[in-house]
């Protein structure tokens, strides 16, 4: 079964583009019906272009507040035929309408092992921060900021000195592998969730086998084509 899905960006669309890939590589089991920048003009929007995918431009600024805009959101979502939401990139955060219109179907990526560093420019707090171990989170979006139920992390070491912006590249190669396999499973129906804790029901596919990542540790693993 292939589950319909809106994705919402505000930027470059690197994630967006590997959830393109991997479905057009045939292991990500979604249609996107549609991409929605906030922004106009940004790079995710020719990515979907090029790939023949259905895009948008709906400004925060054209609606006089955030609930409004959120119905602006959810009617070309529904329009479109979504059934579930995948924030890749998208800088805003969405309210109580936008969760209440895709109950337990929201996905949001964030570039920091969550609980820590939730918010704006994560990357750089951890480095600011010095921390040993940096990574990714994808999880389940509610109410308040980066904070509903996670799904997947990924870890990665942080070296001394080497800045925001060569371990924000390391963990955006991880960020392009755990996002397609969450909302993989989201699309096989497999996320189970019991409060805070998310359960990935057991499935056919065999672990990966590529050889290709970084020194990482991923958490549930990665599947076969992921
Ligand atoms: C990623 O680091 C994502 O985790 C964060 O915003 C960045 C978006 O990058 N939420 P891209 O637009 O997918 O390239």
């Not at 964030?110 to 921060?129: D, K, M």
């Amino acid at each position: 079964m292939t589950l319909p899905i809106g994705v919402l960006i505000s930027g470059g669309g690197s994630n967006l583009q590997a959830l393109i890939d991997r479905m057009e590589a045939g292991v990500l089991d979604v249609t996107i019906q549609t991409v929605i920048s906030n922004i106009p003009g940004v790079k995710g929007l020719d990515r979907a272009a090029k790939h023949g995918i259905f895009s948008q431009t709906l400004s925060h600024r054209d609606c006089p507040d955030r609930e409004s805009y959120d119905r602006v959101l959810v009617r070309a979502l529904r329009d479109a035929g979504a059934q579930a939401v995948v924030l890749a990139g998208f800088m805003r955060l969405v309210g109580p309408e936008l969760l209440a219109a895709f109950p337990g179907r929201v996905l949001n990526i964030h570039p920091a092992l969550l609980p820590s560093f939730p918010g704006l420019h994560a990357q750089n707090q951890a480095a600011e921060h010095g921390v040993r171990l940096a990574g990714c989170t994808v999880h389940f979006v509610d109410e308040e900021v980066d904070h509903g139920p996670i799904i997947i992390q990924a870890a990665v070491p942080a070296l001394p000195g080497e800045g925001a912006e060569m371990l924000g590249n390391r963990i955006l190669t991880l960020e392009h592998r755990v996002f397609p396999q969450a909302v993989q499973w989201l699309a096989e129906g497999r996320l189970d969730v019991q409060g805070r804790q998310v359960v990935v029901r057991p499935g056919e596919r065999p672990l990966a086998t590529r050889n290709d990542l970084p020194p990482c540790l991923i958490f549930p693993p990665l599947e076969d084509g992921f």
